[in-house]
């Protein structure tokens, strides 16, 4: 490996200049009102928390954990996601105070990189979480509400796609031997790998009728306008898979009455690498960004890590990819400095008052200290000079 | 109709590609004369391709600058890209093979192994119980064993000629290798229609 250099940082950390960091700024600021007119209430939480606890509930995979140790030899890790901690929280003691609980996030998480770039490994992530409702209600707010959130932001080209993760594998089920054959059809379908999905089927011995069933379900299956296309597919014999067909026609029903037939499709492949999503779960894509800018969903199953038996949903959005789908907005806000030199600077600091009592924003800077004015002065949309034998002028 | 944007690896993969979307129905410019263009326009279909190394051609659909791609199994497999997999194209078959100088057993304390796809090849010798050391090159493999730097490669085979022309055996064969319709995540949603068309066009032509 080549040595390290003063100017290089470690994989996947990037800065945030002031131009980005003023955007980053202003998604916060409009996802704070956004949010809390909703009922949210924000939440911090520590950046190290236990790999024990929040590490090994959390579902990203161990080696993009950033561990350390600490003073007692207990292994610590770096957040991988907000949504764990916040369980972890809720579960030992705000849900005791208030349930069902609304709690909404700002934060940034670690991801490590394992050797290229391109990604970032510590990123901003803003969601909420909705714990202690079990309602198709509970979901069909979350889907609305990243909807409503997208709109807010200036995103007008979108796309919200809904699955259901038990849905999907109780018709697997329903099609193929064993467990074990659902299993894997399951990780073709997480790798979105439909080659594989359909070769593998072809191997499992299934009669003709049954494989072009399967094999004709997952092509329908992965693009739906209507959930009710699927009420073929639908075993009614099978009381549980009865109820979550119902469960995800109620939801469409309620996102339909909100206005969000247009921006929603339904695919039962949809499975996250977050395992610990049990129902419903879904995903947002814009058009600027070539990964999802938000994903969420029902993760009753990872409460049940926390020894607790209420459900909760939610969803969060990355912050550095809405950064690639929003259009900057190019208002260069006016900025003045004031030049001054030693004899000025008394005089200096009154204008300065003067001004920034106006709204304006004011930079103080002793001239000598500027090496090169003309570049400085760039900078500003005002600039102003305090010095000897020059009155203030502008 | 939005644009749509097709990574392909240069040479003979896009050639047998073009010819199969051309016989789904795609009207793409008939004269694609030997030129070191890198961008190629079908403006009828508002179709845009882009000419990559095929071992890049995942890079540039999963980060979204292309929306779908053309990439062989080994690539796919090498790499473990977040992509879609949408269809096996049943083009440039070949497969992925171990192989080694003839009656030849593996160094028991350090084998060694000579490969351009070192996940696929730790990931089958695991998969066997194996460890073994793997040794990165960048092509001509078969030289590895023939001057005594590896015990196998793992390598692509497509007819066995380089093997048997170096005097190289093959020992196990590991996977079977096709060009796959790859699409970004991002495409596959908002641009489903026209991809889904376009599956759909190139299944029924293949069949």
């Given amino acids: 490996m080549t040595p390290i250099r003063k100017f290089e940082k470690p994989l996947g950390m990037r800065d945030s200049f002031p131009l980005i960091n003023e955007k980053k700024e202003q998604i916060r600021d409009i996802g704070r009102q956004f949010f809390q007119l909703r009922g949210f209430d924000f939440i911090k939480t520590p950046t190290v928390e236990y790999y024990e606890t929040v590490g090994k509930a959390s579902a990203i995979t161990d080696s993009a954990l950033f561990k350390l140790v600490d003073r007692q030899g207990e292994t610590l890790v770096l957040r991988p996601d907000m949504t764990t901690p916040i369980v972890r929280v809720a579960t030992s003691k705000l849900m005791k105070e208030k349930i069902p609980l609304r709690l909404a996030y700002f934060a940034n998480v670690f991801r490590a990189q394992e050797s290229e770039g391109g990604r970032p490994a510590e990123f901003e992530q803003m969601g909420v979480e909705l714990i202690g409702d079990e309602s198709v209600y509970a979901d069909a707010e979350m889907i609305i509400t990243s909807s409503d959130f997208v709109q807010e932001l200036g995103i007008d080209v979108y796309r919200i796609t809904v699955g259901h993760a038990g849905l999907m594998q109780s018709i697997l089920a329903k099609y193929t031997n064993s467990e074990e054959q659902v299993k894997k059809l399951q990780k073709f379908l997480l790798n979105k790998n439909m080659v594989g999905f359909e070769d593998t089927v072809r191997t499992y ?157 004011t930079t103080l800077q002793y001239i000598n200290s500027v090496r090169d004015q003309q570049a400085f002065q760039g900078n500003f949309t005002e600039v102003a000079w305090l010095k000897e034998g020059k009155g203030i002028d502008e | 109709m939005s644009e749509l944007t097709i990574a392909m690896p240069k040479g003979r993969i896009f050639e047998e590609a073009y010819v199969l979307l051309q016989k789904a129905g795609f009207q793409l410019p008939e004269d694609l004369e030997e030129s070191r263009k890198l961008i190629v326009e079908a403006p009828n279909e508002k179709i845009r391709f882009i000419l990559a190394k095929p071992m890049d051609v995942p890079v540039y659909v999963e980060h979204g600058v292309a929306d779908i791609g053309i990439a062989g199994k080994d690539v796919l497999l090498e790499q473990k890209r977040s992509v879609h997999e949408l269809l096996d194209l049943r083009i440039s078959q070949c497969y992925i093979a171990t192989a080694g100088l003839p009656n030849t057993v593996m160094n028991d304390i350090a084998p060694r192994v000579a490969t351009k796809y070192p996940e696929i090849a730790s990931g089958f010798y695991k998969e066997k119980g194996e460890q073994v050391e793997i040794i990165g090159l960048n092509g001509s493999i078969e030289l590895a064993p023939m001057i005594g730097l590896a015990d196998r490669i793992v390598d692509i085979v497509s007819t066995g000629r380089t093997l048997r022309e170096n005097g190289l055996v093959e020992y196990e064969r590991i996977v079977d290798v096709t060009s796959r319709l790859i699409a970004n995540p991002v495409s596959y949603r908002l641009k489903s229609e026209r991809i889904r068309d376009m599956v759909k066009r190139l299944k029924e032509s293949m069949d």
């Fill in chain 1, 205 to 361: 011995g299934l009669s003709s009728e049954i494989e072009k069933n399967l094999i004709e379900f997952i092509d329908k299956a992965s693009n739906l306008q209507m959930i009710q296309e699927l009420s073929p597919f639908i075993d009614e014999s099978d009381q549980r898979q009865v109820d979550m067909f119902t469960y995800l026609s109620d939801l469409s029903r309620l996102l339909g009455s909100a206005g969000l037939t247009s921006k929603v499709t339904y695919d039962l492949t949809l499975t996250s690498e977050m395992n610990y999503y049990t129902g419903m779960l879904f995903e947002v894509f814009a058009s600027g960004s070539g990964f999802a800018i938000g994903n969420g969903g029902r993760y009753d199953g990872l409460l049940q890590e926390f020894n607790s038996d209420v459900g909760a949903t939610g969803f969060g959005m990355r912050v550095d990819r809405l950064l690639e789908v929003i259009t900057p907005k190019t208002i260069k806000a006016s900025h003045t400095v004031i030049f001054f030199d030693d004899t000025n600077y008394l005089k200096a600091i009154k204008e300065s008052e003067i001004l920034r009592a106006k709204g304006i924003r």
